[in-house]
């Protein structure tokens, strides 16, 4: 696609259950990246991939929060068992490698009652 | 759409003013920065970059000053308009480090 796709949109959960966010990163481009931006603070680092390996998982909250990424295109972020406290807008952003400029999606909502 | 936040810094500036938001950065291994436009219910999106070998970038409209030496960024936006209200973010990164996004200033332009 033109650019990073991103899916839901919205998704509205209550606490306990599972979800997962889905990303389409732009094609060609070889590093994918997610983060999290809660109202009133700025986009923290959760987990980049380059190609289908993640380097760096530094930024997951916990070990309710896990990605994958397959045939070096599309990633699933998964939060497991959610907490009010995951409620954010998650970006996913890809770049053609890891040093460049990094395109963002719209953005999936989560909100966990 | 729904803010970004609620209680960022805010840059109130006349149109037709210039604007200029600034930003310190905290790593000084980092070679790459980067302005990012956060408009509300959307994605970040890149107004423009500048590595370290550099310490003035100009665009359209948008000039990046670096100053190494006290870690500062700022975005200067001439001729501000209505449409460059929105959420400013700098972004940092240093060789194989994932960028890294400050707070984020709020301008808001009075037509």
């Known amino acids: 696609g033109a650019g990073v796709s991103q899916s839901p949109s919205n998704k509205v959960t209550e606490k306990g259950k599972d979800v997962e966010l889905r990303c389409d990163p732009i094609s060609g481009h070889t590093a994918l990246y997610w983060y999290r931006q809660s109202l009133g603070q700025g986009l923290e680092f959760l987990i980049y991939?380059?190609?289908?390996?993640?380097?760096?998982k530094s930024g997951l909250p916990s070990d309710r929060f896990s990605a994958e990424r397959t045939g070096g295109s599309v990633s699933t972020l998964t939060i497991q068992r959610t907490q009010q406290e995951d409620s954010a807008v998650y970006l996913c952003?890809?770049?053609?490698?890891?040093?460049?400029?990094?395109?963002f999606g719209e953005g999936s909502r989560l909100t966990v009652l | 759409g729904e803010s970004v936040g609620l209680h960022l810094p805010t840059l109130s500036v006349q149109e037709g003013d210039n604007s200029i938001i600034n930003c310190a950065y905290s790593?000084?291994?980092?070679?790459?920065f980067i302005w990012y436009k956060q408009e509300s219910g959307k994605g970040p999106q890149f107004i423009i970059d500048?590595?370290?070998?550099?310490d003035k970038r100009q665009g359209q409209r948008v000039t990046v000053l670096l100053n190494k030496t006290v870690k500062h960024l700022s975005l200067q936006i001439a001729a501000t308009q209505p449409g460059d209200s929105a959420v400013y973010f700098c972004?940092?990164?240093?060789?194989?480090?994932?960028?890294?996004f400050g707070k984020g200033t709020r301008l808001s332009v009075i037509a």
């Open positions: 972004a940092e990164k240093g060789g194989n480090t994932p960028l890294v």
């Open positions: 952003a890809s770049s053609r490698d890891h040093t460049g400029e990094l395109f």
């Open positions: 991939f380059q190609g289908n390996s993640a380097p760096d």
């Open positions: 500048i590595r370290s070998n550099m």
């Open positions: 790593n000084s291994a980092s070679d790459y």
